[in-house]
Antibody, heavy 121, light 108 residues
Framework: EVQMVQSGAEVKKPGESLRISCKGS????????IGWVRQMPGKGLEWMGL????????RYSPSFQGHVAFSVDTSINTAYLQWSSLKASDTAMYFC??????????????WGQGTLVTVSS | SYVLTQPPSVSVAPGKTATITCGGY??????VHWYQQKPGQAPVLVIS???DRPSGISERIAGSKSGNTATLTVSRVEAGDEADYYC???????????FGGGTKLTVL
């Protein structure tokens, strides 16, 4: 069974750095793209980008390019989403998900439970 | 960038059929996927590639597409179907994954 398990909720102050994690299991972690999705309070889903664990190739949505960074550690089947300097507007739930692709289309077939990030002074 | 348009809300009585639409330019040429998100939970894929139901998803949920509109249909609606539903495509022109704004399904 494919599972994506994310790290726990975080409370941070503006300007602080943060890294949250997403551990995949039940499949060959290195061979499947992983995506990150933001959901601000009471709002919809926003695609942040993708990373390929096999070679750390990362693709960012233009809306998030330069504001976040993706990384992976294939030795422990874990992907990371990180910020160097948080803002209050980064307060949101963040989901990781495994990307499935076939026939020129792509979608998320398995999701993590989400990590709530709260940024407040 | 590619935009998917969904109605913000749909309301339906128990036992009736809910229809949620998703519009986009030339969506007929895109493969549309749908997710269900219940309050406090992660999204779940309920329809892939316009009309395919993943294992474990209720047969009461169906997807279709015609012209510039994709449609998610929930038949014989139950209280447990209350959720937000999102359509999604992969925009190969810009290499971006795009979500619709989401539709809140309310069971009256």
């Amino acid at each position: 069974e494919v599972q994506m398990v994310q790290s726990g909720a975080e409370v941070k102050k503006p300007g602080e750095s943060l890294r949250i994690s997403c551990k995949g299991s039940g499949y060959n972690f290195a061979n499947w793209w992983i995506g990150w999705v933001r959901q601000m309070p009471g709002k919809g889903l926003e695609w942040m980008g993708l990373i390929y664990p096999g070679d750390s190739d990362a693709r960012y949505s233009p809306s998030f390019q330069g504001h976040v960074a993706f990384s992976v550690d294939t030795s422990i089947n874990t992907a990371y989403l990180q910020w160097s300097s948080l803002k209050a507007s980064d307060t949101a739930m963040y989901f990781c998900a495994r990307l499935y692709y076939y026939d020129s289309s792509k979608m998320f077939d398995s999701w993590g439970q989400g990590t709530l990030v709260t940024v407040s002074s | 960038s590619y935009v998917l348009t969904q109605p913000p809300s749909v309301s339906v009585a128990p036992g009736k059929t809910a229809t949620i639409t998703c519009g986009g330019y030339n969506i007929g040429t895109e493969r549309v996927h749908w997710y269900q998100q219940k309050p406090g939970q992660a999204p779940v894929l309920v329809i892939s590639y316009d009309r395919d139901r993943p294992s474990g998803i209720s047969e009461r949920i169906a997807g279709s597409k015609s012209g510039n509109t994709a449609t998610l249909t929930v038949s014989r609606v139950e209280a447990g179907d209350e959720a937000d539903y999102y359509c999604q495509v992969w925009d190969s022109g810009s290499d971006q994954l795009v979500f619709g704004g989401g539709t809140k399904l309310t069971v009256l």
